[in-house]
T-cell receptor, first 112, second 120 residues
Framework: DAKTTQPNSMESNEEEPVHLPCNHS???????IHWYRQLPSQGPEYVIH???SNVNNRMASLAIAEDRKSSTLILHRATLRDAAVYYC?????????????FGKGTKLSVKP | GAVVSQHPSWVICKSGTSVKIECRSL??????MFWYRQFPKQSLMLMAT?????????EQGVEKDKFLINHASLTLSTLTVTSAHPEDSSFYIC????????????????FGPGTRLTVT
């Protein structure tokens, strides 16, 4: 799986939007972009994924650059419960039996 | 989505003893489960891939005789840390692989809540 680059940490104010960037310049045509997050002392949880088009779900939005070399996870209104480490991960297939390769992720802090 | 439980959620043991951690899939059958380890302020590192009915596949640097994995059924995998030492203190997390829904593999991977192991 190709490598991703994320900032180590970001801060946000409560109820403001948060844009978490991810660079993946070596992404291949078959790589899906997945985002997971890990709250303190918990296992990771799935957030969102996409291939080429922007995606929305109840948790977040995913904006994918036209050349697919970068993407941005958007939390529309950050809450204190969104404070977590966010991981951007590339997967070869949309659904796979393979393990996930975690980078260092971005630690998001949310201030009240 | 799939619900994954781990037991115990935390455990303290003395050096030299063995500890068993259970990972259960409560509502899906999983032919494959993964075991990760996470040290403080670090990311998750894959330890091994557990396959139902066969031997686990270990990542490089992970001692298979120290970290015994048994995938006895499609809903249960266990990790036993044998002769634990303080350096084995870590957060152990399992996840389900190959969860199918409607006949196709799902895009989500489902993780357990983790087990905090402290070896004194």
């Amino acid at each position: 799986d190709a490598k991703t680059t994320q900032p180590n940490s970001m801060e946000s104010n409560e109820e403001e939007p948060v844009h978490l960037p991810c660079n993946h310049s070596t992404i291949s045509g078959t790589d899906y972009i997945h985002w997971y997050r890990q709250l303190p002392s918990q296992g990771p949880e799935y957030v969102i994924h996409g291939l080429t088009s922007n995606v929305n779900n109840r948790m977040a939005s995913l904006a994918i650059a036209e050349d697919r070399k970068s993407s941005t996870l958007i939390l529309h209104r950050a809450t204190l419960r969104d404070a977590a480490v966010y991981y951007c991960i590339l997967r070869v297939t949309r659904g796979s039996q393979g393990n996930l390769i975690f980078g260092k992720g971005t630690k998001l802090s949310v201030k009240p | 989505g799939a619900v994954v439980s781990q037991h115990p959620s935390w455990v303290i043991c003395k050096s030299g003893t063995s500890v068993k951690i259970e990972c259960r899939s409560l509502d899906f059958q999983a032919t494959t489960m993964f075991w990760y380890r996470q040290f403080p302020k670090q990311s998750l590192m894959l330890m091994a891939t557990s396959n139902e009915g066969s031997k686990a596949t270990y990542e490089q640097g992970v001692e298979k005789d120290k970290f015994l994995i048994n995938h006895a059924s499609l809903t249960l995998s266990t990790l036993t840390v044998t002769s634990a030492h303080p350096e084995d203190s870590s957060f152990y997390i399992c996840s389900l692989g190959g969860v199918t829904s409607g006949g196709s593999l799902t895009y989500e991977q489902y993780f357990g809540p983790g087990t905090r192991l402290t070896v004194t």
